[in-house]
T-cell receptor
Framework: EPEVTQTPSHQVTQMGQEVILRCVPI?????FYWYRQILGQKVEFLVS????????KSEIFDDQFSVERPDGSNFTLKIRSTKLEDSAMYFC????????????????FGPGTRLTVL | GQNIDQPTEMTATEGAIVQINCTYQ??????LFWYQQHAGEAPTFLSY????GLEEKGRFSSFLSRSKGYSYLLLKELQMKDSASYLC???????????FGKGTRLHILP
């Protein structure tokens, strides 16, 4: 069964450093998402991406964040200058369609990257 | 604004039935999802409702009432592996994103 994959599973970095989290969405999916979940808290939407551009972003997704689809398979989240409060689990998700409605819009989540900022 | 409410924790016994409720107030509505999340793992899709009524899938059923802004997830014949958090999530009509509730942590006792 196709699945979303993410690397690395755990990333430790120093405050102020840049990190890139990588995701390979399911191959026939067209919409891609990043979420984060701070330990013990709810899953929070960061950004959605379609047709090589951001379609929605939350107030959390400020100028330190960026996303890119550098080739036909990878989808990356870059955090330019990490802060302590960026420590969280970051989930990538993908879906076949976005706004059209229906079960095909179900978002399938990757296993997550645990980011620890020291 | 967007608000999704569900109980923080529930406890049930192996073999029993449990109902997890979710109420929502959102500016638009284009479907409600239930996800299961085991500790330290990613959410996994359980069900999707966009029309009123009950959707049954094996041991799990999900109900939606759009007029009441209410949904529930019903788990039957509970197994120990059902111990997890259950996340209610709503898709806003205008936004290409899903808003998650805080989740209900379900504990199953033998």
């Amino acid at each position: 069964e196709p699945e979303v994959t993410q690397t690395p599973s755990h990333q430790v970095t120093q405050m102020g450093q840049e990190v890139i989290l990588r995701c390979v969405p399911i191959s026939n999916h067209l919409y891609f998402y990043w979420y984060r979940q701070i330990l013990g808290q709810k899953v929070e939407f960061l950004v959605s991406f379609y047709n090589n551009e951001i379609s929605e972003k939350s107030e959390i997704f400020d100028d330190q964040f960026s996303v890119e689809r550098p080739d036909g398979s990878n989808f990356t989240l870059k955090i330019r200058s990490t802060k302590l409060e960026d420590s969280a689990m970051y989930f990538c998700a993908s879906s076949v369609r976005g706004l059209a409605g229906g079960l095909a819009d179900t978002q399938y989540f990757g296993p997550g990257t645990r980011l620890t900022v020291l | 604004g967007q608000n999704i409410d569900q109980p923080t924790e529930m406890t049930a016994t192996e073999g029993a039935i449990v109902q997890i409720n979710c109420t929502y107030q959102t500016s638009g509505f284009n479907g409600l999802f239930w996800y299961q999340q085991h500790a330290g793992e990613a959410p996994t899709f359980l069900s999707y409702n966009v029309l009123d009524g009950l959707e049954e899938k094996g041991r799990f059923s999900s109900f939606l009432s759009r007029s009441k802004g209410y949904s529930y997830l019903l788990l039957k014949e509970l197994q120990m592996k059902d111990s997890a958090s259950y996340l209610c999530a709503v898709r806003d009509r205008r936004d290409d994103k899903i808003i998650f509730g805080k989740g209900t942590r379900l504990h199953i006792l033998p």
